[in-house]
């Protein structure tokens, strides 16, 4: 029952995003608005609700590895500037971690919060990893990672549009860099070669993330213990 009342919602949710287009008719978003309350009327447990959308979930991993497809595609403008999307790829990772968890520090939050925010601009499978590593509350992280995705798919095109930024390569790595597949999604709706450098972004950042959450983690606690 879950899992048709999800597909009918967002396909509902995508046809009115592209019949009204508004960067505020996101079809995640929607769909958030609108299963959420029904959820809560009828008083059904979450347990239940996630119980019945396990294939949704499981489908969630095989459609990040889809983005691959859109990536070849654009494989000789990844050759031509791959030192400008690992230089971009590792310094918004640095600062995604950095930011977030330096706030947190420095905002008295205890150490287990500081873990779940670490990752929140990484595709939710990867944050949700890092955060049980490093000993954090994945459900938290899952949910910054959410919360990330959508303010970057509602907000980045405007912003783009307003500061005249028009480079594939720009929005396409920005994007993927802090809103990972949520934005990637976004992208794909507008402009498939922005979606192929921000898919290519995500997996970067992921990666980096993956590698260096650790010691940013550490640094973290070293600066709780010197404040």
Not at 151 to 173: V, W
Not at 180 to 196: C, V
Request: glycine letters at 4%; hydrophobic letters at 55%; charged letters at 10%.
């Amino acid at each position: 029952m879950w899992v048709i009342l999800t597909v009918l919602v967002f396909y509902s949710a995508r046809w009115f995003a592209k019949r009204f287009p508004h960067p505020i008719n996101n079809p995640l978003l929607l769909s958030i608005f609108i299963v959420i309350p029904i959820l809560l009327v009828l008083k059904v447990p979450y347990e239940t609700y996630y119980a019945d959308n396990a294939f949704l979930s499981y489908l969630l991993q095989p459609a990040v590895v889809a983005l691959a497809y859109p990536l070849y595609e654009q494989l000789p403008h990844i050759r031509e500037n791959w030192k400008i999307i690992l230089l971009a790829c590792s310094v918004g990772s640095l600062f995604s971690m950095f930011s977030g968890a330096f706030l947190a520090v420095w905002m008295g939050a205890d150490m287990q919060l500081v873990a779940s925010i670490l990752p929140k601009s990484v595709t939710t499978p990867i944050a949700m990893a890092i955060s049980t590593q490093l000993e954090g509350e994945a459900a938290i992280a899952a949910i910054l990672v959410l919360l990330a995705g959508l303010m970057g798919a509602i907000c980045a095109y405007p912003i783009y549009n307003i500061i005249g930024i028009k480079s594939s390569l720009a929005r396409g790595l920005t994007m993927g860099n802090v809103s990972h597949a949520l934005g990637t999604a976004q992208s794909a709706e507008i402009n498939p070669q922005d979606a192929a450098f921000s898919s290519l972004a995500l997996v970067i950042c992921g990666l980096i993330t993956s590698l260096l959450a650790p010691v940013a983690y550490a640094i973290m606690v070293w600066l709780n213990q010197s404040m």
